[in-house]
Every structure is written in structure tokens, then in C-alpha cells.
């Protein structure tokens, strides 16, 4: 039977640019895989238990999936999404597989049908192509292997070459798990990252009593500047005991602020007297972005921000289900005013490094560009969400690469929950830059032992270097 | 002598995907046209007389010609193009056509030189190149074949396999040629469209009188709220008798409302009482797209919001010939919280199917395939207008499928009154499609077999289905 | 020894396109250079000097260089850019150049990369790879040849094949340099352009001062707003006399206004009685576009507009180095609002060509493309500044064609102060205006013949008609 992956899959049909691509992509296929920037979960890592059945393993909790079916009218339910109200739900990974599968067709031109045939093929041997016809025995084929030793959370973890991957904690997660990870003894490299928003947006949910908890768990008091600002030093450094090696900051816009220590202190207060407005809290987030980058400069720790998306737009869907169902929907993000005020404070920093994504393509060669071309500080996080797919990416290094060139780039992030699709989304994206080089040698833009260079530094080295990892 | 359209014109010229190409396109060229979005008259099908002369069928009514011209410094009056002023302009059909035959070269890389020449080669069996030289023995043979009886509009129909053909007329029209069409016992598919501008918009042209008419047209009192939402059933009960599977809707953004009853009945009542302002009545356009998806909820008519242009730019043109003149100029169109408000309302519903369209190509990857590939009743309309072009409907296709897939899309509109033109159009989208599925095949991202049946669905089965034709 | 620059460098991979790009670009690239648009300085021209060390010459005053190598961290003192404070930098031109030749591997992919190799083969004839073990060597053989009388500017001038060459002066710009190079009777065509900044924008340094200046050299009353509008028509006439063809205007929008004479008259006497705030200064500027475009009415002079800028971003560079290095970050623009007054007072003249840069790519298809393609005074300009680059002119291409044309663009301006860089700069446009038209033919949506026939077009002569050459 023919494999679901061809081995020459993305590459250009152009037969010189497909042999150069193949060559490239030789030498960096093996290659382990640095994933800085993660949302697998660390208790697999630390309690190493089989994952559940093939339906909660890959389609429950996957809202690429969910999203595309719901979009043509399957309920969520009957996907096994769970509702808040507690009301029934699918529960039978079978018939949730087997709906899966019937409408497999949906996928058709995604990177979902891409990630999952890498993974039905490369991970569980199946090479069959995902229909209601072969839904069962692929489920059944699955469901066999995952309960194998081989299958579970370590295993994986080797055998998907992976050299280090970050998870992302929020600033109140006591880090158990990677404790557990540690005590463990386990050599595998998982380390956490800092994500603060509960701590620094003031319309989170719970975000004075949050504080109140950020103040007993570092002995600082969160109800001066000062204090807030030493307590969020300390768990940097927590975080970091634990392998951190970046911060990651997730606002509506990239708004960022540059307040004298006075300003910012008289807003934080009005903040924690309840004060203040929504303007202020906008203006607190922007703050906090530049506070977040000094503290950098002094620990080290990466910045990552990624603005743009407006979260949980259906309120029916955030009603019914909750937050992160697939309705977080991008809008235009301005950059270049927007980061002003964090770059004329740190901008020009060597030390530093701000690390930029975006979901407006259209800021890729206007905005993004220019900035991460000129700025020290700066860095481009690669073609992400929405934009992490085949076209995506090579829009990404079409729009940036003449202005910024490779090496203000940052190399692959997969971002991902979705542990057993993290070797398919490396394998696309190394896929995508090694067929993007060999366009320029074809095009005799680069020259081909530069081009060997640049595949490996954009599937391993960059990634390992911007991270400090 | 060689056709002007070559056999493979469109297919990319890398020797794989062509031949995949010229594989699908095979076996769609010949599929009937799906025309669900147009402006052809319903009058030409009713009377089903020979049309006038080659100038005044060709180059006097269609914009995407004299604008070009106009552009390049030609007076519109030249051209034939009627002044509102009443004063003379060209009349002389085979003047006109010199002058565009002398300047024809300035449409080379356009859509309407594919258009045309498809029209003069396959439609009129002309395979010299339109130049002056030939300006006049063209125009002959033009000429010529207009007076016979096969190339009256309805043997045209014919000829040109239309299973059917949407129209579209004003809510206060009387589908007179419809009727026509209708009693005439004539087997063409032709239905209407529901377009209510000039009784949903405030600013338009005697909009107070429009819904007095609307009133009497229906028997409806449309001095109160509950009275105008019932005209307007009415009348979407008769668009329905006459064919109508959908209404359309122009507005110069994306704009929607969810009021209350309460509310929406007093904004009403301000507007009739000429008491409102702009922002009224631009509330109120934005509540009646809310509503128009409500009432299709029940009579499930296909709601097309195509956003974004700017009408009539030029006053100086506005002034001297009126509207539609080649001057409705694109702008910046934001969706994603534009339409939130109507999705809020009936977004998730799966039973209606809202059709979005734009001119603005920076909307396609960012907003309007995350949207349409997460809310049920969204659907994506193809590259319009502007972008109804080879490189317009690529990108359209590389900046949506892998979000929203193909099937949230809905095959091909011709969107035009160029009667002549609708088999070039459909030719050249199909084209570009059968292109696009075989650089997919060709790197390995899709089987061969998916692909054919996405040529299918792309060039027939989804209009059908999106439209419920 | 291969060359660094293959002769089918820039042509696509694929053979049957490549054998047609090479047919076309045969047939270009030997045309006379027409540089309507740049600012190489004067002086160079006027005093035929011997050009500088080579770091001195091809890395100090380019800001595409050093903004790429301070951005990977390496401080502009090292590379020689002095600081406003007089305090010391590198001098040493040999140490400077190892420097880049070092880090030269950060601009792979880059334009930059592609001048400097054309320059160093085909100026310098050198063809091994720049890199630090090269450095030194490369610099003495640059160092010898620029000693060379046939490397001064008068004879490079010859070699590069430029047919005429337009710098800009600011309107207060006497003008010397060009009145040295009529007196000398050298046949070099070097004319200027109008650049007003200085003396139309009331935020402008000395703005003030500037117009009674203007008032002096122009005898007229620049106290009045009749007596300033003379004085411009006197400067203008003056420019005319030492060959300027255009205007060139560089805002920072592209708003434009059209105010009555009286409306006009009472903003210019409040901003020179000092009673004026800021939106008195951007309708001021966006009048005097306006103004410009009534004056090249008369006398012939084509408005440039290039909008988008936001000037010195990072003030850390701003106050250790001053204005144009590199830090001047494109942000939105938006034309068709902008434009709209202007437009009204002079959209439809077919006397006037008003020529539109942009510095975002999003308005090419949305706004640009559909302005330019139906207004008798617009055009379009090429790819510009960060878009001077293969890829952003193929986007050019592929975004303007299909609603502009080819004949609403005026060819290639190379805008560039790096003399040496001219012939690259042009032959990267010509190859990949080729390369585009090869494909069109390639797919057969041109015939070759037309195809030859645009490539010179593009290549020469509609720069020297557009630009009134």
C-alpha cells in the first residue's frame, strides 16, 4: 500500500527545485525537534499513563477539528466537546471517530488532513485513507497501539526525537507537574514558560483576588507597585528554577506603554482601589509589556507577544462550552505605533530579545518586517495559528525574508496540545523553508552550500539560539 | 490560424500540473453553468430579441471596458457612454469599436482581454488579434452573427448551458419580464434575487416614497415597524414565486445590529418621522441585514452581503453620467466585528446560509475564513468583481482553503450583465480552479480522486447546493 | 571562476518560462537607463572626484546595510555612521568593511545581497564569495579600481549606460551643483526634481524661516497666500530650467484636501501668524497637494505622491545619529479617502499625471489598482523602498496588472543615493519584469510578440513617458 505521506509531500512539482529540496530536506529531516513554545501538558511527562481513546486522544480536544465540523453543521455535542451546563455529551469514542471520519472530506486542502495523515501513517502505521468505510478498523488499529508501552508519553517523546519542549504556565501554577517531571529522574528536557495574564490583565476573571494569591505565594505586597513588581520577579525566577526560558503574552492588540515609575504606580493603584476604567486597564496591559521586557534584561527570559485575536466570538458557543473552542477570530493589528513606547524604552537593547507574532499577514512586509529588521530587540516568531500551514508559512518567508532576512527570524513553533501531531507540524515546516530555499538556488538567489546552512538553522539552530535553550 | 484561446491557457506551464490540470478541467468544461449572482436583464429572455450592434452589446454598457479607456485618457463620450445632460455623444457603433480595437493592447494582463477574446473566438469564431487593422472586418463579422436567429438571447442560453440563471431586481419591482418569461412557456431556468437597497437604506434616493410604494405593492402598513418587517415577507414571498433562492445585499461595510424588538421598532419610527440621523441610518441598514437573516431563517432565502466599495468616487464622472460608471472604488472592510452583532443573533444557526463576498483580500485569510470555518451559517462567496481574475481567484484559494476549506465556499458567481461574457467567465474560474487542485496533487497534499471530485464540486455542485438551486 | 551573478539569475526554474524570460530580457538588457526618480548628490556629476575607500562608499551612508547588521546587534559606531555628538566612530574603512564582510551572510535572500554581488562582479569584477576570509582582499581590489579614472562618477555614468538620471533638491536648493554640470558642458542629462518639503509642511524644522527664504530668493511676498503660491510657480520654473520634470512629496498620509481659495488663504495666514495647531498642519499639507496638482496643470511637472512613512522610530538612533538611518517604519495607508480631494479638483484632467507610490503592499489591489485604473491623471509607481525587491515587484505585478493594466505604470524608479547600485537595481527589475511576462505567456494569456513589445515598454519607455523624459 502507498504511504497516506508521499515522500516528496510540499515539495515544488518543478523537477530542479524538487531535487534541491529533497537534498535540503536530507539533511535536516532527522534532525531533533526544539519546540520552545508548547501547550502540550506536563502531567503526561510526569505520570507517563497511556493517552485515552482514539476519539479523546485526536478529535475531542482538537478545535481545528471540532471547528471545521461545527462549521458545517455537526453539533459539538456530538463530537464529545463538553458542555458547562454538565448536559450529556457524546461519550463513545467510536461514534465520535466514526462522525470524524465520514466527514473527513471537510479537511480537504487543511494542514488538518495533513498533520492527521502524518500521524494515522507515520505514528500507526495506517495508510489507508481516512473514510466512513475504514473508520473502524483505523479506530480499532489506534485504540491497539495506544495501549502499548511504546505509546505512551516518554516513549513518545523519544521516539518523536524531541531535544526540549516548553509548556506554558500561568504565574499562579505552582509547577507541580514539572516538579513531579524532575523528581522523576527522567532525562527528557521539559521546561515551562511564563504566562502571566491572570496577573497583569485587569478584566481577568479574579484579578484582585489573584494578586491577593500572587502576593501570599511570593511573601510580596501585590497592593503596592513595588511589590508587585518584586513578586513577579521572584516567580520569573521560580519559573525559571524549572527550565524557563521565555515569558508569553496574549493581549487583543500589541498595545504597549512606557509610564514613568510614578504613572505607573498611580495606575496600579487606582487599579487595586477599583478605580479605574477600561482605558486604564488597557493602558496597564501595555504597561506590563514593558515591565515584562526590563525584567527581561535582567533575566534573561525571551519575550514572546502574540496580539490579534478576539476571543470566544460566538457567545453562543462560549455559553454552551467555554473558552477556546475555536471562535478566538484575528482582526487587523497595528505594530508599529502599537509597540512604540516598549521599543523607545528597550528597543535598541542587544541583551534582549522580544520575540513577534502575528495573525495579520498584512503586517508580515509593512510592519513586522521593517521593525525586526532594524531593532535589536526584535525577533519574528514564524507563520503561527491560523497561518501555520503550507501557504502560510511560505507567504511568511516571501513577505519577510527581504527585509529581515532569515536570521531575525526565530524557526518553528508548533504551539500545540496536540502531542502526537508535534512530528507532523516540524515535518511541514521544515518541508516548507527547505522548498522556499530551493526556489532561491533554482532561481540562483542563494548559493546551494548557503542553502544547507540555512536548513538547519531554520529547523533547529535559530530555534535553539533565540530561546536560549 | 491558430484560436486566440489556446487549450491550455491558464494551466501552469510545469509539465505535471498541467497535465493534471488539463485531466480535471476535462471533465469540467462541459458541465452546466451555475449562475446564482447576476445582472443580466430578465427582458432579453422575456422579448428574446436580437441584440443591437456589436459596440452596443460589447463595449458601451460594460465599465471594466470604458473605465480602462477612460483612464488612459479616452472621453467616455467616445465611447458611446450617454451623458445625463442629455448632449451628444458617439453613436456610430463602428467608431466606437475602432477606438477600442486602436487601444485594445492597453487591456493586455487584464480579465477582459481573456473575456473577450474567449467571446470573439468562441463565440463569434474570430481568431485574428482585435488590433485597429482588424478593427472593421471584426466588427462585420459581429455584426453579421447578431441578426441571426442562434444568436438570440434564449438560443444563447442554450447554447451556452445555463441550467439556470439568477437575476436580480429591486424590492419594488413588479418581475414583469419574469412574468413574461414564465407565461411564455419558454423552458429556461431564469429566477430573481431579492434586492431590497432602496427600501432598507435611509440615504438611498427617495427611500420615504420607496416605502410608501412598498406598502401599497403589499398591503401593508410600512408606517410601523411590525408592518415594514411584514411587506417586506411579503415581497420576499413573491421574489420566491418567481424562483428566488436568495437576496442581496450592497452596503458600504459589513455593518450589522442586533436590537431589541423595542428598539428596532423606535429607530424605525425616527427614520419615518425624519428624525434620525447618519448614525441612524446606518444602525439601521446594519438591524436589516439582522433581520433579512432572520426572515430567511424562515423562508430560507440565501442572505449575499457583499461588502466594501465606495461608490461613485468621481464626482466629475458622477455628474456627467451617473452612476455604475466605473467608479465604485474598494476600501479597507473589517468583518470580524462588523458582523458580530448578526452573528451573534443567528450565527450558529445551521439551517441559513449567509454568503460573504469582498473586496478587500486582506479580509480573506485574517477574518472571513476563520469565520466562515467556525459559524455554521457562513459561507464564502468567490473572488469578486475586482478580484473575479486568474490571480484573484489563485489567491483567494491559497488564502482560504487551508482555514476554511473548499467546503465552506461556494463555487463560482459571474456576478454580470455581460451576457455574452458568462461562459469566459465560468471557463477562466474553472481554469484557475482545475490549476489550483493540480499543484495540490502535484505536492502530494491531495489524491488524485479528491481532486476530481472537487473540480466537480467547485465548477457545479456547490452553488447548486449553497444556493439551494 | 563562476560569476556571483548567474545569467539566469532571477528567472523562474521551470524551462519553457526560463527560455521565454531569457528571450525577453535579452532584448532589455542592454536598453539606456532611465532613472527618473533618485538621489544620487549633484556635487558627484559637477566635480567628476575620485569616489571614497570602499566602506566609505558602499557601507557608511547605506542604510539598508547598516540597519540590518545594528538589528543582529552590531553598534553603527563600528560601522562608521557618525554620531550627532561628534564623539568618535570607526575611520578606518578596511576595519569597517571586514566588519560586514563578517556578518555579510545575514543578508542572504536579501536585495542588498543581490546588489553588492552584481556591484562587486560587474563594477569590480570580482566573483568569489564576500566572507570574512575574503575581506581584505576583495577591499584592496575595490580600493584599487576606485583610484582608476574610469571609476570616477562622469565615466561610471557612461559605463551604466544612463540615458538621463533625475536627483532632488529641496525648494530652497540653489541649485549649484546642477548649474556646475550645465557650465562644464559635460553630456551626462542629469536633471533635478522639486522636493518642497521644507517650505509646505508647517512641522518642518525652520518652516518659518523657510518661507521667508522662499520670499528672497523668489522676490516674491510669502507673507500671503497669493504670494506664496507665485513664489512656488518661480521655483518650480527655476527647477524646470535645470531639467526637473516632477515634483516629489513624501508625507507621512496621503490625505489631500481641496479647500476654496478663501479657506486655503485663512489657513495659511493662521499658520504664519502662529494661531495654528496640528490638523491645521495636515490640512495645510494636504492643500498644498492639491495646489501642486493645479501648478503641474500648468507647467507640466509630474506630482509624485509616496506616503506611509513613519519617520525615525526609534529615538535612541534618532538622537545619537539623526534623521534617515534607517529606522523609517511603513504603517497603514489609505488612498481612497485620502486621495478623494484631490481626486475631486483634478481626477478627471487628462493633462496631468500624478504618480502613487506605496509602502503598503494591501492597497495595491484594493486601492491603487482600481484609482489608477480609472482616473485619466493617476499612475502607478513601482515597488518601492522595502518592496524594491524581487519579490515585492512580482506582488506588484501580479496585484496592479489585472485592474491597472501595464500602461497605468510608469517602469522602474531605482530612488537610490547608492550610484554604484543603479545598474543592479535596474536589472533586478527588468529580470523579474521578464520572469513575470514569461509566465503570462507561459500560461498563454499573452502572445509572445506582445510580450517583447511590454518588456521594453516596461524597461524604458514608459519611464520616459511618464516622467516627460
Given amino acids: 500500500m502507498k504511504s497516506l505521506i508521499h515522500s516528496d509531500v510540499l515539495f515544488p512539482a518543478e523537477n530542479s527545485i524538487r531535487s534541491i529540496a529533497q537534498a535540503l530536506y536530507k539533511t535536516v529531516s532527522d534532525l531533533p525537534i526544539i519546540s520552545p513554545h508548547g501547550h502540550t501538558d506536563p502531567k503526561w511527562y510526569a505520570l507517563d499513563e497511556p493517552f485515552p481513546d482514539p476519539a479523546q486522544l485526536l478529535i475531542v480536544p482538537d478545535h481545528y477539528i471540532f471547528r471545521m465540523l461545527f462549521s458545517q453543521g455537526i453539533r459539538l455535542e456530538d463530537l464529545g466537546v463538553r458542555r458547562l451546563d454538565g448536559s450529556a455529551v457524546e461519550t463513545d469514542g467510536r461514534r465520535i471517530w466514526r462522525l470524524f471520519a465520514e466527514n473527513y472530506y471537510l479537511f480537504r486542502g487543511t494542514p488538518t488532513r495533513q498533520w492527521m495523515d502524518f500521524v494515522l501513517s507515520n505514528l500507526f502505521g495506517i495508510d489507508e485513507p481516512l473514510t466512513a468505510k475504514t473508520a473502524d478498523k483505523t479506530y480499532d488499529l489506534i485504540a491497539e497501539k495506544l495501549a502499548l508501552p511504546e505509546y505512551r508519553p516518554r516513549a513518545l517523546f523519544k521516539r518523536f526525537n524531541i531535544e526540549v519542549i516548553a509548556t506554558t504556565e500561568g504565574a499562579l501554577d505552582d509547577l507541580r507537574w514539572h516538579k513531579a517531571i524532575r523528581d522523576s529522574g527522567w532525562d527528557g528536557r521539559v521546561v515551562t514558560a511564563y504566562r502571566p495574564d491572570a496577573v ?82 488597557k493602558l496597564f496591559r501595555g504597561q506590563m509589556l514593558t515591565e515584562m521586557a526590563k525584567m527581561s534584561l535582567d533575566d534573561g527570559l525571551v519575550l514572546q507577544i502574540h ?130 530555499l530551493a526556489r532561491l538556488v533554482s532561481e540562483h538567489r542563494l548559493r546551494e552550500e548557503e542553502a544547507f546552512e540555512l536548513a538547519t538553522e531554520l529547523a533547529y539552530t535559530l530555534a535553539k539560539k533565540a530561546y536560549r535553550l
Same sequence: chains 1, 2, 3.
Fill in 307 to 436: 496580539p490579534g485575536s478576539r476571543r470566544n466570538h460566538s457567545p453562543t458557543v462560549f455559553a454552551n462550552h467555554g473558552r477556546d473552542m475555536g471562535f478566538d477570530i484575528p482582526g487587523r493589528t497595528d505594530y508599529v505605533s502599537a509597540l512604540k513606547p516598549l521599543l523607545d524604552a528597550v528597543g535598541a537593547e542587544r541583551d534582549l530579545t522580544v520575540v513577534l507574532f502575528t495573525l495579520d499577514e498584512t503586517s508580515y512586509a509593512r510592519e513586522l518586517a521593517p521593525l525586526a529588521g532594524a531593532y535589536p530587540a526584535l525577533r519574528l516568531g514564524p507563520a503561527w495559528w491560523f497561518h501555520d500551514s503550507p501557504e502560510g508559512m511560505r507567504r511568511f518567508r516571501e513577505m519577510t525574508t527581504e527585509t529581515a532576512g532569515f536570521y531575525n527570524t526565530v524557526g518553528f513553533n508548533d504551539d500545540t496540545r496536540a502531542f502526537p501531531s508535534i512530528p507532523a507540524r516540524h515535518d511541514v515546516a521544515r518541508r516548507v523553508d527547505c522548498a522556499f
Fill in 200 to 281: 497583569v490583565d485587569p478584566d481577568f476573571e479574579g484579578f484582585s483576588a489573584n494578586l491577593d494569591q500572587l502576593g501570599d505565594m511570593t511573601g510580596e505586597d501585590t497592593g503596592s507597585w513595588t511589590g508587585y513588581l518584586a513578586a513577579h520577579r521572584k516567580r520569573r525566577a521560580y519559573f525559571k528554577s524549572f527550565g524557563a526560558t521565555s515569558s508569553d503574552h496574549g493581549h487583543a492588540t500589541a498595545d504597549t506603554a512606557n509610564l514613568s515609575d510614578q504613572e505607573a504606580a498611580a495606575l496600579f493603584n487606582r487599579i487595586r482601589a477599583g478605580k479605574s476604567d477600561l482605558d486604564d486597564h
